[in-house]
């Protein structure tokens, strides 16, 4: 098993959104029992497999490297973070369904990630016109993941999944919405198990299968990313 492929994969969010849980979630299929606060980055590693059930199944590492702090880190945590965003194949933005900040703050750790060799200002309009072409044209593949949707009182849901949605199309990505605590929001055959399948599919096929793989190496060559603004009241 050792000498199998892999990929780069980021987990980025607010402290306290559920990160860590989420990462022992995916690799370990066991719900975390005393998560802590990541200090730096943590990392854990998933084996998938690529195109399963089909002639070109392969095997994979999936690395998913869950950065710790926070986005609104002084200068000198954001240069320390940047280390980890070099040679990256995938990103996980992680946000909390019952935190509307955490969410806002998505756009903030995209810029971060993206134009890790600038000081990103994280502008943030909120009457401005987003631009969706920015991320339509974004070679590294992103998936939303809002965590704590139990605790979300039914009433409340439509709104929450309304507004996630409006995230998802920002960032052209699917999303998932679960509970980190209950393993059944990942089971086999469920559409939220496709949709990450389909994620990490989509990682490996960038990396390893795209006509100029120097284009996921990492970021040295990408376009600069700014937001104008967001969907929210």
């Not at 070679?139 to 996630?164: A, C, Y």
Request: aromatic content about 10%; some cysteine.
């Amino acid at each position: 098993m050792a000498s199998l492929d892999r990929v780069k994969v980021l987990v980025l969010g607010d402290s306290g959104v559920g990160k860590s849980s989420l990462v022992h979630l995916l690799c370990q299929n066991q719900v975390l029992g005393n998560p802590s606060w990541t200090v730096g980055c943590s990392l854990d590693v998933r084996i998938h497999d690529y195109k399963e059930g089909t002639p070109e199944e392969k095997t994979y590492y999936i690395e998913l490297w869950d950065v710790g702090g926070s986005v609104g880190s002084v200068s000198s945590v954001k240069s320390t973070r940047a280390v980890f965003y070099n040679s990256v194949n995938g990103i996980i933005l992680v946000h909390d369904l019952t935190n509307k900040k955490s969410s806002q703050n998505l756009y903030r750790w995209s810029l971060e990630a993206l134009n890790k060799d600038s000081s990103p200002t994280g502008v943030i309009v909120s009457n401005g016109d987003y631009d969706r072409e920015q991320f339509a044209e974004n070679p590294v593949p992103l998936l939303l993941i809002g965590t704590k949707f139990d605790q979300i009182p039914e009433n409340k849901r439509s709104d929450v999944l309304n507004r996630t949605a409006f995230l998802s199309e920002d960032f052209n990505a699917e999303e998932i919405n679960l509970d980190c605590t209950n393993p059944r929001y990942l089971a086999a055959g469920t559409s939220n198990a496709v949709k990450l399948s389909r994620f990490f599919d989509k990682v490996i096929e960038k990396r390893y299968f795209t006509r100029d793989p120097s284009q996921m190496t990492g970021f040295t060559d990408r376009k600069r990313f700014n937001f104008k603004s967001l969907h929210y009241d």
